[in-house]
């Protein structure tokens, strides 16, 4: 809440220069980034000051926030709370009520461009968003504020980002992520249902240290979600050889069989499950047998079934019997149609021809 | 009516689903012309079987097919009236409608049928080639398309039985059976005549012929045209059921003996009030009831094989018959052709072919395969039931300098008769 | 156009547009119907029927060319087989295929291990190649190739291209892009199918079944 830097603040705590240093070589390490960057980071947190984060949720069921509450890495969420300022939380803080509300007014106002906004859960968007309202305020209300006085816009888990489980088939309440509403600032994807912790905290340390980092055509980072799942799973030698399990119990399951058949999303889901794992690192969905979900892509609540092999495509599954039949049924009326027309021109034919033979015998 | 335009319609007029299965089926790939003698003896891709039912797909296309409805709202009529000429001479000259393309075809295709009805098209179109069509006029007037009146017919067979001192019966009602010559034979292969009487009189079956029966060569079915081709099949079943035989042998002629079964069957109902016999069929019958007897060494030293004519074999099925007789009479001198049976080599004289100048030159090369495949074995005789072939087996032979014979079977089957043996036995 | 568009109501389009097409096709010929062959049988019909198609399905597709007619190119003959089996073997005993026909049809069976499929599919593509050289360089194949002939074969080129290409990952293409243009191109084949020539896949059991007959009762060899 001050303009002194990161390392000011640290320092002020009493944490050496020495443990400084520590913890910036770990930063580096965390944040994915090869050693020579470490000068970087050294240079950014001792110049940068701690910059005010607003966290908003919305249509949300606060996993994403639970998620990075489980993060493991103590230096990257000691970074995150202690020495980065996060200034409005509705789940972690105990504040609550009008004072809190006008709290957030006050830092918004104050660090106005400067401030960081990360949001969790969809923005209602039909009958005026009145959906979701918080204060008495609607979400796409406090969104639009918020955001116009943002630096950056953070959008964490898939509801925020793509629309997530609110925006599912009917999507009765008009639910649309961050990117369809705010298109004037920098805006970063964290999707995940919900993400990797490491992946939130990483991120979100990585824009307030060295910026807005490299992201890819639905502006996830790269570092994160650069590779699919299918990529870098452990199973895919039995998905090249063919061994799969095709039921979740039977012994392709139990010898730790591919998944693909029984509805591992993997080959379509930008991930970095496979790799940096959940629960410091113990497992993954597919590694505890269960097909990926796909839930850092948008839409993957109606990609036609989670049990469903990617390669069952759901305009089969859609078309039912009586459909089929139907279209059975209108070929053979066609059919029988095309039948009667061909046997008109038959009928036709014969008659000329048979005119102009006995024009011909008459001559 | 322009002929392009009856053409067509004679065409629509016959597509029913059996025509458009066939024309739906062909995949463009091609193979047929793989079989075909006249493709590979003169290698111009112009001779493709699939390329001489042009018109007739064209025709069904236009009408019957979505592309071709779309395409007629811009295109004139199809087929074009300036390309007639060009499938005329694919029809009727590069083509002996031999069928086999149709075994060859991956597909099942009846490539043979649906030339025929290519034809048959541009007959009612009244394109046929005019050496074709003066000799079915000829025969609606005269009963042969070589002008063999009654007359004639019967001087000519005086003459046969003074020649060969061979008794030769002549509208004998009553007689088992009712053979039926080629004026082809007649005039050309009298042997065969007098050979199939030497046969019948031994094997002491009552035969006759008849003087308004006498013609089963029958050129409306080369040229296509439908009414006269049924008109001559009639003469023959009529003057069958006028002497009260029980069955037509029909001779060494390769389209009569379908034309015969399938005709009759049309104007007579199952069952037919007389059986439908070939020669070979007949030899094959009397040996096996032991009515004729054959010299196994008569045509010791010599080389023979047999042709086997596209239209006996492959449109009737006797395949087995002309080997039963042969390995009879030359067990150790009969050798086969590669390939034999179903999938031997047309001549290249079938269908008409042989009939029209126009064809001189390219049914010679047609016969390219054939002189292949006698090279390979080098018989001094080739033997055959056709006299379409045998003709084109002369022809060949000369223009290739082959040195080999040409022989009718019955002729050869004859030449074998054990004449002292008593009958039965 | 995404992957679930391509996956969903693009394919159940095109999943009806071939069930009508193909009735059609087929109904249309039997409703035609034909004429009897009236001439007296010397053979089976049956037998006819039963050896045609064990000489066109079973035997034939594995042996050099039986019918002697063909000695000249039997190159069109083979690739066209290595094409055909190598088709029928991965659409229907591809893993992948067998749960989309579970996803249409209700029911699924065993899959063929993937390097076995490889293998085929393989086959497919090479038989393939060589068959639209053939068109491109035999006076027969060019005469009688024409416009309808060159899309058909790139209609079922190019998902047998991407399919395999997506399965394994190949090229470096992002593999929800190749699996997009797979299902895309597939739609696209499935509506061409009922009005092409690729249909001839249902006419040839009727020409097939009418040509083991008619050689059947002729007592000739089909």
Request: aromatic residues 10%; proline residues 6%.
């Amino acid at each position: 809440m001050t303009e002194k830097t990161i390392y000011e603040s640290m320092a002020e705590r009493g944490v050496s220069r020495r443990d400084f240093l520590k913890l910036a070589t770990l930063v580096t390490a965390a944040l994915g980034l090869e050693y020579a960057r470490f000068p970087e980071i050294v240079h950014a947190m001792e110049t940068k000051p701690r910059l005010p984060v607003i966290w908003l949720e919305f249509q949300d069921c606060a996993g994403c926030t639970e998620s990075l509450t489980r993060s493991h890495d103590p230096y990257l969420t000691k970074l995150l709370f202690n020495d980065i300022s996060v200034d409005y939380h509705e789940t972690l803080f105990a504040a609550a009520g009008v004072q809190a509300e006008e709290n957030k007014e006050k830092i918004m106002d104050e660090y106005e461009g400067q401030f960081v906004l990360v949001v969790e859960g969809s923005i209602p968007t039909k009958d005026n968003g009145v959906y979701c309202t918080i204060g008495g305020r609607s979400a796409l209300d406090l969104l639009e504020e918020a955001a116009a006085k943002a630096m950056a816009v953070v959008a964490v888990g898939t509801c925020s980002s793509f629309g997530g489980l609110p925006h599912a088939s009917p999507n009765p309440t008009g639910a649309v992520g961050v990117h369809e509403l705010v298109t004037d600032k920098p805006l970063i994807n964290i999707p995940g249902c919900p993400p990797i912790p490491e992946v939130i905290t990483n991120t979100i340390a990585h824009v307030v240290l060295l910026g807005i980092p490299e992201l890819d055509a639905l502006g996830r980072p790269k570092a994160f979600y650069g590779q699919t799942v299918h990529d870098r799973c452990p199973r895919r030698p039995f998905y090249e050889r063919g061994q799969f399990a095709e039921s979740y119990d039977d012994d392709g399951a139990k010898a730790g069989w591919c998944l693909y058949k029984l509805g591992c999303k993997g080959p379509t889901t930008y991930s970095a499950c496979a790799t940096i794992k959940w629960n410091e690192g113990v497992s993954f969905p597919v590694q505890a047998n269960h097909p990926c979900l796909g839930c850092t892509e948008p839409d993957f609540w109606d990609g036609g079934g989670f049990y469903k092999s990617l390669a069952a495509p759901p305009g089969a599954e859609e078309t039912s019997w009586a459909e089929k039949g139907m279209a059975f049924a209108g070929g053979a009326a066609l059919a029988l149609g095309s039948a009667l027309y061909a046997k008109n021109v038959k009928k036709n034919a014969a008659k000329e021809f048979k005119a102009q033979k006995e024009k011909e015998a008459e001559k | 009516m322009d002929a392009d335009q009856r053409i067509s319609q004679y065409y629509l007029q016959h597509t029913d689903g059996w025509l458009l299965a066939q024309l739906d089926a062909c995949t463009r790939c091609g193979i047929c012309a793989e079989a075909c003698p006249f493709y590979l003896g003169t290698g111009d891709a112009v001779h493709t079987p699939v390329r001489k039912i042009e018109p007739l797909r064209q025709a069904v296309q236009e009408k019957f097919s979505l592309v071709g409805l779309a395409r007629s709202l811009f295109k004139k009529h199809h087929p074009a009236a300036d390309e007639l000429s060009n499938w005329v001479s694919e029809a009727y000259f590069a083509c002996t409608v031999c069928n086999r393309c149709s075994l060859a075809c991956p597909m099942g295709i009846d490539l043979g049928v649906l030339i025929q009805l290519t034809r048959e098209g541009l007959a009612a179109g009244g394109l046929t080639p005019p050496t074709l069509a003066d000799a079915v006029q000829r025969q609606k007037n005269t009963g042969s398309p070589l002008g063999v009146t009654k007359t004639l017919f019967e001087n000519r067979l005086d003459w046969l039985r003074e020649e060969e001192n061979v008794e030769i019966p002549l509208d004998v009602p009553g007689a088992d059976s009712l053979v039926v010559f080629t004026s082809i034979e007649l005039i050309k292969f009298p042997g065969n005549l007098s050979a199939m009487a030497k046969v019948l009189n031994a094997a002491g079956e009552p035969w006759t012929l008849s003087s308004t029966g006498r013609e089963s060569v029958n050129f409306a079915t080369f040229s296509g045209d439908t009414e006269e081709q049924v008109e001559f099949v009639r003469r023959i079943t009529e003057a069958a059921l006028e002497l009260g035989v029980q069955r037509i042998i029909l001779t060494e002629c390769g389209h009569a003996y379908d034309a015969v079964r399938r005709i009759a069957v049309q104007l007579y109902g199952m069952p037919l009030p007389f059986q439908v016999e070939n020669v070979l069929e007949t030899i094959v019958r009397l040996l096996r009831n032991g009515k004729i007897r054959l010299n196994r060494n008569v045509f010791d030293g010599q080389r023979i094989t047999y042709h086997d004519a596209c239209k006996l074999q492959r449109l009737g099925g006797l395949i087995e018959q002309p080997r039963e007789i042969l390995n009879l009479v030359a067990p150790t001198t009969f050798v086969e052709m590669t390939p034999n049976r179903e999938a031997q080599w047309c001549c290249g004289g079938g269908g008409g072919v042989i009939a029209s100048p126009e064809a001189d030159e390219i049914r010679m090369k047609a016969f390219l395969p054939k002189v292949e495949q006698l090279e390979k074995i080098t018989p001094n005789t080739v033997v055959t039931a056709c006299s379409t072939c045998r003709l084109q087996f002369l022809d060949g032979s000369k223009y290739y300098d082959l040195d080999i014979d040409v022989r009718g079977i019955t002729e050869l089957v004859a030449a074998a008769l054990e004449t002292d043996t008593p009958k039965g036995a | 156009m995404n992957l679930e568009f391509a996956r969903g109501p693009l394919f159940q389009f095109a999943l009806i547009v071939f069930i009508v097409g193909m009735t059609y096709r087929f109904l249309r010929i039997i409703f035609l119907g034909w004429k009897k062959d009236y001439a007296p049988a010397k053979g089976s019909a049956a037998a006819g029927v039963v050896k045609t198609y064990a000489k066109a399905l079973i035997i034939l597709p594995f042996l050099p060319p039986k019918f002697p007619g063909t000695r000249h190119r039997p190159l069109t003959y083979i690739a066209g087989g290595m094409f055909h089996l190598g088709l029928l073997i991965v659409v229907f005993f591809g893993a992948a295929h067998v749960e989309a026909w579970r996803s249409i049809v209700g029911f699924g069976w065993p899959s063929l291990p993937t390097p076995i499929v490889d293998g085929f599919a393989a086959m497919a593509l090479i038989g393939m190649v060589i068959l639209v050289s053939y068109r491109m360089v035999s006076p027969v194949g060019k005469m009688l190739t024409g416009v309808g002939d060159w899309l058909n074969w790139i209609v079922v080129f190019i998902p047998l291209l991407t399919g395999w290409a997506a399965f394994h990952h190949l090229f470096g293409v992002n593999y929800t892009k190749l699996f997009t243009l797979h299902m895309v191109t597939v739609d696209i084949l499935l509506i061409w199918i009922p009005f092409s020539r690729i249909s001839h896949f249902m006419t040839y059991f009727i020409t097939r079944t009418m040509h083991g007959i008619k050689f059947g009762r002729l007592g000739v060899e089909p």
